[in-house]
């Protein structure tokens, strides 16, 4: 598991399905048929995420942000 941040400080617009997703009885896999969901567009600012979204007219909604607590701790409690 890494924990490093690099590309991280991107704006990004989901969209959200409209759709439910329908299990797939031989495999069990899930799937939609609204491809809309597999798309996720990234951009620098938040601005600049805001005004695509109202050109395009879609409905834009704010999350707010993850703190990370940071834990420190030795490297040798890697093998306690």
């Known amino acids: ?20 997703q329908v299990i797939d009885p031989l495999m069990g896999w899930t799937g939609n ?11 620098p600012t938040k601005e600049e995420a805001l005004a695509y979204a109202k050109k395009y007219g879609i409905a834009a909604e704010i999350l707010p942000e993850h ?3 940071r834990i420190i701790k030795p490297y040798a409690d890697n093998f306690k």
């Open 1 to 20: 598991m890494t924990s490093g941040r690099r590309n991280t400080h991107k704006w990004v617009l989901e969209f959200v399905s409209t759709t439910p």
């Open 33 to 43: 048929k609204d491809t809309k969901k597999q798309i996720k567009l990234r951009f």
């Open 67 to 69: 703190n990370r607590m």
